[in-house]
């Protein structure tokens, strides 16, 4: 195993997050879990690391933090998307997919010292909370 992926994993374990890597195509690890957010309510979050030496790339992503699902709400999630982008997510960016998903990912790079990454995973939830709290405003989330 690669000197990065043991260093999160040794991270991983320390934190007591258990998160398993999974391989997946084009020579990358995934760690994929959910982080609850308010009692009974969890959104998922997944790590890609693409395998290096001494260097790797990442993704971090949350996903299902809302779903579009009056198009006619469109364009003010959009704009509220522009203006997270621009002053609240920090390197995190929000995203509306095709399907009405709203979801949030970030890109870096690590090295051996994985806890920047590691910080940033957690800052992300905090963010992914805070999306939730603003699209929440416009969308009416469907009752469980």
Do not use: H
């Not at 991270?11 to 009692?39: D, M, V």
């Not at 609240?88 to 920047?116: H, N, P, Q, W």
Request: net charge negative; proline share 4%.
């Amino acid at each position: 195993m690669l000197k990065i992926l043991e260093e999160i994993e040794k991270l991983f374990a320390e934190k007591k997050l258990p998160l398993k890597r999974q391989e997946i195509p084009n020579n990358q690890s995934l760690y994929q879990g959910t982080f609850q957010i308010a009692p009974g309510k969890s959104i998922p979050f997944g790590v890609v690391i693409v395998n290096g030496e001494e260097m790797a790339d990442f993704q971090i992503s949350f996903k299902r933090l809302a779903y579009l699902s009056n198009y006619a709400d469109k364009e003010k999630i959009l704009d509220l998307i522009n203006d997270l982008n621009n002053s609240k997510t920090f390197y995190y960016r929000v995203c509306l997919a095709g399907d009405g998903e709203i979801y949030m990912k970030a890109m870096g790079k690590t090295t051996e010292d994985v806890r920047a990454m590691y910080e940033q995973l957690v800052i992300g939830s905090s963010i992914a909370k805070r999306v939730i709290e603003e699209v929440e405003k416009i969308i009416v989330p469907p009752a469980e």
